[in-house]
């Protein structure tokens, strides 16, 4: 019995999210059925980094699985991709230690969120970005993402159905970035909670047009309290890019 650590990729817009749910087309019920139809019906179940939500898409999701068979890594993604659907790739393929654990070792995550700021909307980038027609100050925004980075409560920045009862996290970096006609936020931190990023990008959202000032975010954290911070920017915008198995290091 090896184990395997995979990189994954997919195009969330056809899924209900990452994790398994009865009646529902989800990534890991896709990849799990692959497996199975490599092991002549035996069920290998797979863990992973951590769920996205629907619609939400992913670079480099990490998965691991324990298999008896003995395939090269290489055999292995090409088997794979073979078997999974077109809206879900296998990047990678390496064989770990049998304790590594794809969700318990992670030491940082990086999130990022596309928004297509032009006039007119992209019929190609409909499912993959969101439009934000409106002027945006980008210097007001990034005095109000400087608030965020440390350690902090996130309770204001966390989906008040969430189940976590300890909402501490530490963000690292977030950082912004215009590349044509779309502006790229990035996040990486030691983990998110619930929406914690659509949170706060749909919250810097409204700083840089001029409803909020760049100061609340401050108050926002210290009052923990869901209600006081901005909309849940939409999930089609959102990717989950890279996984860190190492500490972070600017």
Known sequence: MSRYKCIISYDGNQFSGYQVQPNKRTVQSEFEYALQKMHKGEQIKIISSGRTDATVHAL?????????????????????????????????????EPDFHARFDVKAKEYRYRLLISDESCVFKRQYTYHYP????????????????????????????????????TIYQIKMEKQGDELILSFIGNGFLYNMVRII???????????????????????KNRSLAGKTAPGQGLYLWQVFYEEWQK
């Open 201 to 223: 990008v749909g919250t810097l959202l409204e700083v840089g047009n001029g409803k909020r000032d760049a100061k609340e975010m401050e108050s926002i954290l210290t009052a």
């Open 134 to 169: 409106y002027p945006l100050n980008l210097h007001a925004m990034k005095e109000a993402a400087f608030s965020l980075a440390g350690t902090h409560d996130f309770t204001s920045f966390c989906a008040s159905k969430t189940e976590v009862q300890d909402k501490v996290r």
């Open 60 to 96: 480099g999701q990490v998965v691991h699985f324990d298999s008896p068979l003995s395939i090269p890594v290489e055999g292995w993604r090409k088997a794979l991709n073979s078997m999974l659907p077109e809206d879900i790739r296998v990047r990678s393929v390496d064989t770990v």
